[in-house]
């Protein structure tokens, strides 16, 4: 066994040890203290005030940064596993609610950006790169999927026709409501708000609200003064 894999294996076997015992431990103060100050060593990194509730699941804590102020409650699901290259960052005072899944798989960045909310029961998976941006609102049961199954040739099964991975962006300030779905390649552009139960599988103009299924621009949210006032003209 070369020195690289013994010791990525002995990260595992930390990590493991760490995750086990202190995980359960309750959060009222000391569960959620205990955590931060001993999984320090076990992380790309670890910010200031950092609170994590009990059970919560990280897998290949090397490749998961959490910045300073941020919340993660019980029942999330962390996960980095099977690549040294996947990476999850998760800005300064995000909040990720019970429930959460978040999977980085083969080569994938998953970002969060500062002041992010993420609801209950939230899916953000890879194997596409996805970041979302600043202060952006993810309502309850929504899904992120940076991935899409080819299925040209019926002859073959579709889980041997491999896959797209173009990404997902979601840009500052955007709304997405309870149980919206977000398809590979798309781009939410900035201060959009995206309706309850919608479908986005195209790429959303700044400053829109869309609905439906698939998801259509119904309205700007940038009236005639906001547009003069951005561009400096004044009445």
């Not at 205990?34 to 290949?60: C, H, M, P, S």
């Not at 579709?158 to 979601?170: F, S």
């Not at 708000?193 to 609905?211: C, E, F, L, N, R």
Request: charged content about 20%; some cysteine; glycine content about 12%.
């Amino acid at each position: 066994m070369n020195s690289k894999k013994a010791a990525s294996k002995l990260k595992r076997l930390q990590e493991t040890v760490l995750t086990v015992l202190l995980g359960n431990i309750p959060t009222k103060v000391i569960g959620s203290n205990l955590r931060t100050f001993f999984y320090r060593g076990i992380f790309a990194g670890l910010g200031k005030q950092v609170y994590l509730q009990d059970n919560v699941e990280f897998i290949n804590t090397p490749c998961i940064e959490i910045g300073d102020r941020a919340q993660i409650l019980r029942g999330a699901n962390i996960n980095a596993i099977g690549n040294p290259k996947n990476k999850i960052s998760i800005g300064d005072g995000v909040q990720i609610q019970q429930g959460v899944d978040i999977r980085a798989l083969n080569d994938t960045h998953l970002k969060i950006e500062e002041d992010t909310f993420i609801g209950p029961y939230v899916c953000i998976a890879g194997p596409g790169n996805i970041r979302i941006g600043k202060g952006c609102l993810i309502a309850a049961h929504s899904g992120l999927f940076a991935n899409n199954h080819n299925f040209v040739d019926p002859v073959q099964y579709i889980a041997r026709q491999g896959i797209t991975r173009k990404g997902i962006v979601i840009e500052d300030d955007c709304w997405l409501g309870h149980n919206v779905t977000v398809t590979d390649g798309v781009t939410i552009g900035r201060g959009s708000v995206i309706g309850a139960g919608s479908v986005v599988t195209k790429d959303i103009p700044p400053y829109s609200i869309a609905v439906g299924v698939p998801a259509k621009v119904v309205k700007s949210r940038i009236g005639e003064k906001v547009r003069s006032e951005e561009l400096g003209v004044r009445s």
